[in-house]
Protein backbone atom coordinates (compact mmCIF):
# COMPACT_ATOMS: atom_id res chain seq x y z
CA UNK A 1 0.00 0.00 0.00
CA UNK A 2 1.53 3.10 -1.07
CA UNK A 3 2.13 6.23 1.94
CA UNK A 4 -0.12 9.03 1.95
CA UNK A 5 1.25 11.75 -0.12
CA UNK A 6 3.92 13.63 2.27
CA UNK A 7 4.59 11.13 4.50
CA UNK A 8 8.14 9.22 4.04
CA UNK A 9 7.54 6.55 6.84
CA UNK A 10 4.21 5.07 8.51
CA UNK A 11 5.03 5.89 12.13
CA UNK A 12 3.37 8.71 13.84
CA UNK A 13 4.37 9.25 17.31
CA UNK A 14 1.41 10.11 19.57
CA UNK A 15 3.14 13.41 21.60
CA UNK A 16 0.96 13.31 24.74
CA UNK A 17 2.07 16.18 26.93
CA UNK A 18 0.59 19.02 28.74
CA UNK A 19 3.04 22.04 27.79
CA UNK A 20 4.67 23.02 24.49
CA UNK A 21 8.19 22.78 25.62
CA UNK A 22 8.30 18.97 27.15
CA UNK A 23 6.34 18.27 23.81
CA UNK A 24 8.98 19.37 21.73
CA UNK A 25 11.66 18.25 24.11
CA UNK A 26 10.31 14.72 23.21
CA UNK A 27 10.28 15.60 19.86
CA UNK A 28 13.49 17.05 18.63
CA UNK A 29 15.38 13.80 18.85
CA UNK A 30 12.68 11.96 16.76
CA UNK A 31 11.73 14.74 14.07
CA UNK A 32 14.74 12.72 11.73
CA UNK A 33 13.35 9.69 11.83
CA UNK A 34 9.20 10.15 12.54
CA UNK A 35 6.43 9.51 9.70
CA UNK A 36 4.67 12.07 11.67
CA UNK A 37 3.64 13.60 14.62
CA UNK A 38 -0.09 13.42 16.21
CA UNK A 39 -1.03 16.22 18.78
CA UNK A 40 -4.41 15.20 20.90
CA UNK A 41 -6.41 16.87 22.98
CA UNK A 42 -4.32 17.31 26.39
CA UNK A 43 -1.52 19.31 24.30
CA UNK A 44 -4.23 21.38 22.42
CA UNK A 45 -6.03 22.95 24.83
CA UNK A 46 -3.05 23.93 27.03
CA UNK A 47 -1.18 25.58 24.18
CA UNK A 48 -3.12 25.66 21.08
CA UNK A 49 -2.54 27.31 17.71
CA UNK A 50 0.88 27.58 18.72
CA UNK A 51 1.78 24.27 19.19
CA UNK A 52 0.95 23.06 15.89
CA UNK A 53 3.00 25.99 14.44
CA UNK A 54 5.79 25.04 16.13
CA UNK A 55 5.70 20.84 15.47
CA UNK A 56 5.01 22.22 11.61
CA UNK A 57 8.23 23.59 11.81
CA UNK A 58 9.96 20.53 12.64
CA UNK A 59 9.68 18.63 9.41
CA UNK A 60 7.10 15.77 10.11
CA UNK A 61 3.51 16.29 9.17
CA UNK A 62 0.93 16.92 11.96
CA UNK A 63 -1.58 15.06 12.71
CA UNK A 64 -3.88 17.14 15.18
CA UNK A 65 -6.45 14.60 16.96
CA UNK A 66 -9.16 17.21 18.09
CA UNK A 67 -11.97 14.58 17.19
CA UNK A 68 -14.06 17.64 16.28
CA UNK A 69 -18.43 16.68 16.76
CA UNK A 70 -20.63 19.80 16.71
CA UNK A 71 -23.34 21.21 14.61
CA UNK A 72 -22.44 21.54 10.53
CA UNK A 73 -21.81 25.03 10.34
CA UNK A 74 -19.51 24.98 13.73
CA UNK A 75 -17.50 21.74 12.55
CA UNK A 76 -16.70 22.91 9.13
CA UNK A 77 -15.65 26.67 10.56
CA UNK A 78 -13.55 24.57 12.92
CA UNK A 79 -12.17 22.60 9.93
CA UNK A 80 -11.66 26.03 8.24
CA UNK A 81 -9.59 27.01 11.36
CA UNK A 82 -7.40 24.10 11.52
CA UNK A 83 -6.57 24.53 8.32
CA UNK A 84 -5.09 27.96 8.62
CA UNK A 85 -2.65 25.86 11.08
CA UNK A 86 -1.40 23.72 8.44
CA UNK A 87 -1.61 20.19 9.32
CA UNK A 88 -1.72 17.00 7.33
CA UNK A 89 -4.55 15.23 8.82
CA UNK A 90 -7.55 16.08 11.20
CA UNK A 91 -10.06 14.02 13.34
CA UNK A 92 -13.68 14.15 13.80
CA UNK A 93 -16.10 12.07 14.90
CA UNK A 94 -18.51 10.14 12.33
CA UNK A 95 -21.56 10.21 14.97
CA UNK A 96 -22.02 13.51 14.19
CA UNK A 97 -23.81 12.59 10.66
CA UNK A 98 -23.82 13.00 7.41
CA UNK A 99 -24.81 16.81 7.43
CA UNK A 100 -21.99 17.41 9.67
CA UNK A 101 -19.21 15.02 7.81
CA UNK A 102 -20.11 16.46 3.97
CA UNK A 103 -19.85 20.08 5.13
CA UNK A 104 -16.56 19.17 6.63
CA UNK A 105 -15.13 17.56 3.96
CA UNK A 106 -16.50 20.18 2.05
CA UNK A 107 -14.57 23.08 4.11
CA UNK A 108 -11.29 20.63 3.91
CA UNK A 109 -10.93 20.72 0.02
CA UNK A 110 -11.74 24.29 -0.17
CA UNK A 111 -9.38 25.65 1.62
CA UNK A 112 -7.30 24.07 -0.53
CA UNK A 113 -3.72 23.32 1.22
CA UNK A 114 -4.36 19.46 1.19
CA UNK A 115 -5.19 18.73 5.08
CA UNK A 116 -7.12 15.12 4.82
CA UNK A 117 -9.57 14.38 7.22
CA UNK A 118 -10.32 11.35 9.37
CA UNK A 119 -13.26 9.66 11.05
CA UNK A 120 -13.55 8.35 14.45
CA UNK A 121 -16.35 5.62 14.82
CA UNK A 122 -16.84 3.89 17.89
CA UNK A 123 -14.18 4.72 20.88
CA UNK A 124 -12.24 1.63 22.20
CA UNK A 125 -13.26 2.73 25.45
CA UNK A 126 -17.05 1.72 24.61
CA UNK A 127 -18.32 -1.81 24.77
CA UNK A 128 -21.67 -2.99 23.71
CA UNK A 129 -23.06 -2.54 26.80
CA UNK A 130 -21.97 1.09 26.79
CA UNK A 131 -23.44 1.43 23.13
CA UNK A 132 -26.79 0.00 24.45
CA UNK A 133 -26.88 3.04 27.10
CA UNK A 134 -26.26 5.53 24.88
CA UNK A 135 -29.32 3.98 22.69
CA UNK A 136 -27.05 2.14 20.05
CA UNK A 137 -28.35 -1.50 19.45
CA UNK A 138 -25.29 -3.12 17.56
CA UNK A 139 -22.18 -4.84 18.00
CA UNK A 140 -19.02 -2.50 18.34
CA UNK A 141 -17.46 -3.75 15.05
CA UNK A 142 -21.18 -3.70 13.79
CA UNK A 143 -21.42 0.37 14.52
CA UNK A 144 -17.46 1.03 13.54
CA UNK A 145 -18.01 -0.53 9.90
CA UNK A 146 -21.39 1.32 9.58
CA UNK A 147 -19.54 4.64 10.69
CA UNK A 148 -16.89 4.08 8.10
CA UNK A 149 -18.73 3.74 5.17
CA UNK A 150 -20.87 6.31 6.39
CA UNK A 151 -17.74 8.57 6.54
CA UNK A 152 -16.12 7.86 3.15
CA UNK A 153 -19.18 8.13 1.58
CA UNK A 154 -19.76 11.61 2.54
CA UNK A 155 -16.40 12.92 1.12
CA UNK A 156 -14.01 11.85 4.61
CA UNK A 157 -10.51 10.57 3.23
CA UNK A 158 -9.76 8.14 6.47
CA UNK A 159 -10.55 5.98 9.24
CA UNK A 160 -8.71 5.82 12.68
CA UNK A 161 -9.43 1.84 13.46
CA UNK A 162 -8.04 -0.23 15.96
CA UNK A 163 -5.98 -3.33 15.61
CA UNK A 164 -9.11 -5.93 16.27
CA UNK A 165 -11.02 -3.40 13.47
CA UNK A 166 -9.18 -2.62 10.41
CA UNK A 167 -9.11 -5.60 8.45
CA UNK A 168 -12.93 -5.62 9.05
CA UNK A 169 -12.74 -1.80 8.42
CA UNK A 170 -10.06 -2.16 4.91
CA UNK A 171 -12.41 -5.36 3.73
CA UNK A 172 -15.54 -2.78 4.05
CA UNK A 173 -14.02 0.32 2.47
CA UNK A 174 -11.47 -1.14 -0.45
CA UNK A 175 -7.87 0.19 -0.57
CA UNK A 176 -8.25 4.41 -0.98
CA UNK A 177 -9.30 5.82 2.45
CA UNK A 178 -6.40 6.13 4.70
CA UNK A 179 -6.28 3.99 7.95
CA UNK A 180 -4.73 4.65 10.61
CA UNK A 181 -4.25 2.72 13.71
CA UNK A 182 -3.46 3.08 17.54
CA UNK A 183 -3.07 0.55 19.70
CA UNK A 184 0.16 -0.53 18.36
CA UNK A 185 2.95 -2.48 21.05
CA UNK A 186 6.49 -3.77 19.55
CA UNK A 187 6.65 -7.56 20.56
CA UNK A 188 7.68 -7.59 23.97
CA UNK A 189 6.39 -4.14 25.19
CA UNK A 190 3.77 -3.55 28.34
CA UNK A 191 0.50 -3.18 27.25
CA UNK A 192 -0.34 -0.43 29.14
CA UNK A 193 -4.06 0.53 29.52
CA UNK A 194 -4.37 -0.27 25.93
CA UNK A 195 -6.72 -3.83 25.79
CA UNK A 196 -6.45 -4.27 21.90
CA UNK A 197 -3.64 -4.12 20.39
CA UNK A 198 -1.41 -5.56 18.03
CA UNK A 199 2.17 -5.56 17.10
CA UNK A 200 3.65 -3.04 14.10
CA UNK A 201 3.69 -5.76 11.02
CA UNK A 202 0.04 -7.35 12.11
CA UNK A 203 -1.84 -3.98 12.15
CA UNK A 204 0.30 -3.16 8.55
CA UNK A 205 -0.38 -6.68 6.91
CA UNK A 206 -4.26 -6.43 7.87
CA UNK A 207 -4.58 -2.96 6.18
CA UNK A 208 -3.00 -0.03 8.08
CA UNK A 209 -1.61 3.23 6.18
CA UNK A 210 -0.38 4.64 8.97
CA UNK A 211 0.19 3.75 12.96
CA UNK A 212 0.15 5.31 15.87
CA UNK A 213 2.49 4.91 18.95
CA UNK A 214 2.71 6.87 22.17
CA UNK A 215 4.11 5.31 25.25
CA UNK A 216 6.24 2.66 23.89
CA UNK A 217 8.15 5.57 22.14
CA UNK A 218 7.51 8.22 24.44
CA UNK A 219 7.97 6.27 28.03
CA UNK A 220 11.13 4.42 26.92
CA UNK A 221 14.08 5.26 28.52
CA UNK A 222 15.67 6.04 24.44
CA UNK A 223 12.87 7.09 22.98
CA UNK A 224 14.98 7.38 19.46
CA UNK A 225 16.64 3.87 20.17
CA UNK A 226 12.64 2.44 20.58
CA UNK A 227 11.30 4.30 17.06
CA UNK A 228 13.91 3.03 15.38
CA UNK A 229 13.55 -0.39 16.51
CA UNK A 230 9.45 -0.24 15.49
CA UNK A 231 10.93 1.02 12.19
CA UNK A 232 13.17 -2.03 11.76
CA UNK A 233 10.29 -4.47 12.79
CA UNK A 234 8.60 -2.89 9.46
CA UNK A 235 11.50 -3.38 7.63
CA UNK A 236 12.44 0.33 7.08
CA UNK A 237 16.28 1.77 7.47
CA UNK A 238 16.30 4.56 10.05
CA UNK A 239 20.19 4.95 10.64
CA UNK A 240 22.02 3.30 12.99
O1 LIG B 1 0.55 5.58 24.43
P1 LIG B 1 -0.28 4.92 23.37
O2 LIG B 1 0.54 4.23 22.29
O3 LIG B 1 -1.34 4.04 23.94
O4 LIG B 1 -0.96 6.18 22.65
C1 LIG B 1 -1.86 6.04 21.67
C2 LIG B 1 -2.37 7.38 21.21
O5 LIG B 1 -3.46 7.14 20.33
C3 LIG B 1 -2.89 8.29 22.32
O6 LIG B 1 -2.69 9.64 21.90
C4 LIG B 1 -4.37 7.94 22.35
O7 LIG B 1 -5.16 9.03 22.77
C5 LIG B 1 -4.66 7.62 20.90
N1 LIG B 1 -5.76 6.69 20.67
C6 LIG B 1 -5.79 5.41 21.21
N2 LIG B 1 -6.81 4.56 20.99
C7 LIG B 1 -7.80 4.94 20.24
C8 LIG B 1 -7.82 6.22 19.66
C9 LIG B 1 -6.78 7.07 19.91
O8 LIG B 1 -4.89 5.01 21.90
N3 LIG B 1 -8.76 4.08 20.02
Not at 5 to 29: H, K, T, Y
Not at 100 to 125: D, F, I, K, P, Q
Not at 181 to 202: C, H, N, S, Y
Not at 216 to 239: C, F, N, Y
Request: charged share 20%.
Amino acid sequence: MPLPAGFSNPLLVAIDRPDLASALALAEPLRAIAGGFKLGLELFVAEGPRAVDAFSRLGPPVFLDLKLHDIPNTVAAAVRSAARLGPALLTLHAAGGPAMLRAAAEAARAAGCGLRLLAVTVLTSLDRDDLEAIGVRAAPLEQVVRLARLAVACGIDGIVCSPSEVAAVRGALGPAPILVVPGIRPEGVATADQKRTADPRVATAAGADLLVVGRPITAAADPLAAARAILRELGIASGS
